[in-house]
């Protein structure tokens, strides 16, 4: 459960920095999930805060795993 847990984090800590520094990249995944996440206005009005987000998580998920090596 713990691998799991740092994958989730490592996924989260991705997207946080890609929204952050790369906005570009998120439109263009967008574009091929459009109908069922995001919205172009969206991403592009909100990106700091949905990066802000997904860091936040996954600094969650990596404290919940090296908590769980640590036992």
């Given at each position: ?11 989260l ?8 520094y790369?906005?570009?990249?998120i439109?263009?995944?967008?574009n ?7 919205n ?19 600094i969650?998920?990596?404290y ?8």
């Amino acid at each position: 459960m713990a691998l799991v847990k740092l994958i989730c984090g490592i996924v989260l800590l991705f997207l946080g920095f890609i929204y952050l520094y790369e906005p570009k990249i998120i439109t263009r995944i967008n574009n091929y999930a459009k109908e069922f996440l995001f919205n172009d206005t969206y991403v592009l009005l909100r990106r700091k805060k949905i990066g802000a987000f997904l860091i936040l998580l996954a600094i969650i998920a990596f404290y919940m795993a090296w908590a769980s090596f640590l036992r």
